[in-house]
């Protein structure tokens, strides 16, 4: 449930309506937007009467949430959330492309100390439901990129969100990187329309992985041209010098050359949709 307030509410009578909540048993997560205040109620709200607290003069509306899902929907913070990566922003209108090979690739990288210096932290499509996992990274403050599991539905995905966020790191990026499906003629699916579904019910940013969506890499460009159009936050491709001698997934990475042609034409449709 979420209570929106009207501007400037009465001090004290938010004060009386906080702890009024409080004491039912439920849990507070504020919102404050550019002119209005939003409360999350966070817990079983099944006994809060919606008109009572319509009745107030601080309160504007109160809207039931049937989405299981709270800090991670778009009616809870209706901004979209801009993710900033050590000062590069991505959501809210900020498109970035993130490129390179699918692994790391010389041993003097792998003794870095785990974790201490990326600047993102990528959960993998089968690690999505690792509950404990995702606990943990909402304990971090490091920007998380979340790929969606190839047989998870979207909503499985804003329920991860939330696992992460709900322990505190609001810096999420979702990630679509194609799912399961009957088709063989390509690795996976590329589920494009989970691009507007998502900007719809989530504020968190979503990018495109045409690369393992696909799995063959003459298809890459044009998907990535499709998803850009279709208002994605940003791309993760695969780039390779040398594709054939990739330590994995040679077969679905660009050349840089191919890469660099992508990149302007990328900027066009940027432009037109802009
Ligand atoms: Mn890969």
Not at 180 to 188: G, L, Q
Request: proline share 5%; with cysteine; net charge negative.
């Amino acid at each position: 449930m979420i209570v929106i307030l009207k501007e400037n509410p009465n001090p004290k009578q938010l004060t009386n309506l906080k702890n009024w909540i409080t004491s039912q048993g439920i849990t507070i997560h504020e919102s404050q937007g550019v002119h209005q205040l939003i409360l999350g109620l966070v817990g079983d709200t099944t006994g809060i009467d919606i008109d009572l607290i319509k009745a107030l003069d601080i309160v504007e509306d109160v809207k039931r949430i049937q989405d299981p899902y709270k800090n991670v929907n778009r009616k809870f913070h209706p901004l979209d959330t801009v993710v900033d990566i050590n000062g590069l922003k991505i959501g809210g209108g900020n498109f970035q492309i993130i490129a390179g090979p699918c692994s790391i690739e010389s041993e003097e990288i792998s003794q870095l100390d785990l974790f201490a210096d990326v600047d993102v932290i990528q959960v993998g499509a089968r690690n999505m439901q690792n509950f404990e996992l995702l606990k943990k990274l909402g304990t971090t403050n490091k920007p998380i990129l979340l790929k969606r599991g190839l047989a998870n539905t979207i909503q499985e995905l804003l329920m991860s969100a939330e696992y992460i966020m709900a322990g505190g790191n609001p810096n999420i990026i979702l990630c679509e990187r194609g799912i399961r499906t009957f088709e063989t003629a390509t690795r996976n699916t590329l589920d494009i329309s989970a691009i507007p579904v998502i900007k719809n019910l989530s504020h968190l940013p979503i990018v495109i992985d045409p690369s393992h969506a696909t799995g063959i890499a003459r298809l890459v460009p044009t998907m990535s041209l499709a998803a850009t159009a279709a208002g994605a936050d940003g791309l993760i491709i695969e780039v390779h010098n040398d594709p054939e001698h990739a330590l994995c997934d040679g077969p679905q990475s660009l050349l840089p050359e191919t890469f660099a042609k992508l990149v302007k034409k990328i900027e066009k449709v940027r432009a037109a949709i802009a």
